[in-house]
């Protein structure tokens, strides 16, 4: 698609407007602010910047969506638009925010891609600001590192799973890994999802094994099954294996199978609508907020850790 103008219209009150020219860019930025944030807006780049992290934060609060063309993009600008508290302030695509767009933004909520979310936290980091929420899913380790180094100049929220149900799952399948012994019992990790996702395991499947590896003391990376495909031998004592299905509009359906000789235990989630990974992930921006620079997950918000 190609890149549209992008007029940002700042307003303190009903009689002091300023517009900045036209950046570019893919959608468009409206947003209401005090005078204090207004102010804000007329210091440098670096001093929006400090600003941002010091200054009260206002109701409603601004909120950007990168990736906003996507399924879960457009079902975070819908949950953005219906919520009191939150005002839609950018919605944007590749190749990504502005400057003047991170600063008009007091959180962004980032379903774009692997080099998108890195481009984007490195970006934000350097500025100062502001908070990221992040769901993209299938960074490789590089990627990985560089959120997390930009982590340590701002608050980041990053999660394979927005869903408070797949949360509470989590938490059960690391005291039920704790619990069964790992000579008896072997795991397995079911996921579906619908034809048009890309990377393999999902996000949430990973993050389910890394939960069930932490019950049994172990880390995932030496426990991992690769893709079992031909004569694989048997199954190596104490793995965790993965089965995945790609079909239709499978919005997400996740198992974690503890498998004895002779009974099976299984722990699942399923998704009906998408709009419940929309409605976490404003839940972790209402969160984020004030808080520290750090790497946050949704546990973090949900307050499952003290």
Not at 3 to 20: E, F, I, K, Q, S
Not at 170 to 189: C, F, K, M, P, S
Not at 269 to 284: E, N, P, V
């Amino acid at each position: 698609m190609a890149a549209r103008a992008l007029t940002v219209t700042v307003a303190a009150d009903r009689h002091n407007r300023m517009t900045w020219p036209s950046l570019p860019f893919m959608g468009r930025v409206e947003t209401k602010r005090s005078a204090v944030r207004a102010a804000r807006l007329a210091l440098p780049i670096k001093g929006r910047a400090e600003a941002l992290r010091i200054l009260p934060v206002p109701r409603p609060l601004n909120i950007g969506v990168f990736g906003a063309l996507g399924r879960m993009g457009q079902a975070i600008v819908g949950a953005v638009n219906a919520h009191p508290d939150l005002n839609l302030a950018a919605q944007f695509g590749r190749p990504g925010p502005t400057p003047e767009v991170l600063a008009a933004c007091a959180v962004i909520i980032d379903f774009s891609s692997p080099a998108g979310s890195t481009a984007l936290s490195t970006r934000a980091a350097a500025q100062g600001g502001p908070a990221l929420v992040i769901g993209t899913t299938g960074s490789s380790a590089a990627e990985e590192a560089a959120i997390a180094a930009a982590a340590r100049s701002i608050a980041i929220v990053r999660s394979g799973n927005f869903s408070l149900g797949v949360n509470v799952l989590a938490g059960l399948v690391e005291q039920t890994a704790r619990r069964l012994n790992r000579l008896d019992w072997d795991i397995e990790i079911t996921e579906a999802h619908h034809r048009r996702k890309v990377d393999a395991p999902s996000g949430t499947a990973l993050s389910l094994a890394e939960a069930a590896a932490r019950g049994r003391g172990e880390i995932l990376a030496d426990i991992t099954v690769p893709a079992r495909d031909g004569r694989t031998g048997p199954r190596p004592e104490g793995a965790i294996g993965f089965s995945v299905v790609r079909g239709g509009g499978i919005v997400g359906e996740h198992s974690v199978i503890f498998a004895a000789e002779d009974e099976i235990l299984t722990l699942s989630h399923s998704a009906r609508d998408r709009g419940l990974f929309a409605k976490g992930a404003l839940q972790a921006a209402l969160w984020l907020p004030g808080k520290p620079p750090g790497l946050y997950d949704m546990l973090d918000v949900l307050g499952f850790r003290g």
